[in-house]
């Protein structure tokens, strides 16, 4: 059976994705293969130096990828970052609401204050 590239499979081009949580992990591996499938890319993360320097690295690799700075817990943020997108790329099309954050602790371990910041990121934001 013949293996088919992702560009070969899905046909993005013209269209604008946000994905959060996209400097690393699986919200990267979707950065990289929605950017690959023709999509214009905008990584949403709060780490802002790792979201840039991938954004830069795809960029390098001929691939129409922005980064903004996003903090989940904060509707403003969210907001700008929807704004930008559309700034950028002149409309959005796609959203990975891939952003995520969980304890490496046991559960009895975790402060009030870290739980409720799980509850912000990962269910309102």
Do not use: Y
Not at 7 to 26: C, E, H, M, P, W
Not at 79 to 106: C, K, S, W, Y
């Amino acid at each position: 059976m013949e293996t088919l590239a992702i560009s070969q499979l899905f046909d993005l081009r013209g269209k604008s994705a946000i994905v959060t949580g996209g400097s690393k992990g699986i919200g990267l591996g979707i950065v990289e293969r929605l950017s690959e499938a023709g999509a214009s890319v905008m990584i949403a993360d709060v780490d802002t130096a790792a979201a840039e320097a991938e954004a830069a690295r795809l960029r390098d690799a001929r691939r129409t990828v922005a980064s903004c700075p996003t903090d989940m817990r904060a509707p403003a943020s969210i907001r700008a970052m929807a704004q930008r997108t559309v700034e950028l790329f002149g409309r959005l099309d796609i959203l990975v609401n891939n952003a995520g954050i969980f304890p490496m602790a046991p559960a009895l371990d975790v402060s009030a204050e870290l739980w409720d910041s799980v509850l912000e990121v990962n269910l309102r934001g």
